[in-house]
C-alpha cells in the first residue's frame, strides 16, 4: 500500500514538472507575442488630386406675369421657347434641356386694399441644363444677357445656382487608396528610424472617407479630391 502511494506520489510530480515546462514554454511565447504587439506605430496618409468637373447642372430661371392664368402659361411658353432657342445656337442638344413644373403665386390674394400689382398671377419656372460640356457652359454664361434683350425676365438664388460635379471618383479611388498608404509607410518609417526598429508588416488599416471639394470659390469646375488612410505598422 505504502509502495503504490509512493507511485502515485512520482506520477502527481512528474505531471506537476511537465506542466511547469509547458506553462513556461507558454508564457515566453506570450510574452513575445505581447512585446511584438506593443511595438507598434500608428499613422496616417494623405493623397490628394485636382481634377477637372465632367458634369455640370445650369439652371436657367426666369419669371413671368399676367392678369389671367391663360396669359400666364402663354408667356411661360414663350419665354421658355426663347430660352431654348438660345441654348440650341450655343451648341447644347434639345436632350440635355429639362423643364420643371412653374411655381404660380395669385399675387393679390396676398395684397390688400388699393396697393396692388399691376398683374394678378406670377410663375417661377426654371429650364434645367444637364451637360458634359462644362466649357460650354462657362463660355455660354455670359451672353445670357441676350435673353434679357428679348424681353425674358431672368432670376438668381441659391437655390438654382450652377453646380459642377465630379463624377470618376470610381476611377481614381484604388490609386489614390495606394498612395495614402504609400505615404503613411514613409511616415512610419521615420518613426521606425527614431526608434533604431524597422516598419513590418501592417497590423491594422482603415480607409477614410473620399472627400470633393471646389479648389476655390473662383475656379468651382476644378475640384480637391482627398482621402486620409489610418495604418497601424509593426516594428520590428
Known amino acids: 500500500m505504502k509502495a503504490n502511494g509512493t ?14 515546462i509547458w506553462g513556461g514554454s507558454y508564457l ?17 496618409g494623405l493623397a490628394e488630386r485636382e481634377v477637372q468637373a465632367d458634369l455640370v447642372l445650369w439652371p436657367l430661371s426666369f419669371s413671368v406675369a399676367a392678369d389671367s392664368l391663360e396669359g400666364l402659361y402663354d408667356a411661360i411658353d414663350r419665354d421658355r421657347t426663347k430660352i431654348i432657342a438660345f441654348l440650341l445656337l450655343h451648341g447644347f442638344d434639345q ?37 458634359n460640356k462644362v466649357e460650354g457652359v462657362k463660355n455660354t454664361q455670359p451672353a445670357v444677357a441676350g435673353l434679357v434683350s428679348q424681353g425674358v425676365l431672368l432670376t438668381q438664388s441659391y437655390e438654382h445656382k450652377t453646380q459642377y460635379v465630379f463624377t470618376g471618383l470610381n476611377d481614381i479611388k484604388p490609386d489614390m487608396i495606394a498612395e495614402a498608404t504609400a505615404n503613411a509607410r514613409e511616415a512610419a518609417r ?3 528610424d527614431d526608434a533604431d526598429a524597422e516598419v513590418g508588416g501592417i497590423r491594422a488599416a482603415q480607409q477614410g472617407y473620399f472627400s470633393i471639394t471646389d479648389l476655390d470659390a473662383y475656379t468651382p469646375e476644378i475640384k480637391r479630391v482627398r482621402v486620409v488612410t489610418s495604418v497601424d505598422y509593426l516594428l520590428e
Do not use: C, M, N
Request: aromatic letters at 8%.
Open 95 to 131: 436632350s440635355e434641356l429639362s423643364f420643371s413644373a412653374p411655381t404660380v403665386q395669385d399675387v393679390w390674394a396676398s395684397q390688400y386694399g388699393e396697393q396692388r400689382a399691376p398683374q394678378r398671377y406670377r410663375a417661377d419656372a426654371v429650364l434645367l441644363v444637364r451637360s
Open 7 to 20: 507511485g502515485q506520489a512520482a506520477l502527481l510530480g512528474g505531471l506537476i514538472a511537465l506542466g511547469l
Open 190 to 192: 521615420q518613426f521606425a
Open 28 to 44: 515566453k511565447d506570450a510574452v513575445h507575442i505581447w512585446k511584438q504587439a506593443d511595438r507598434v506605430v500608428s499613422v496616417k
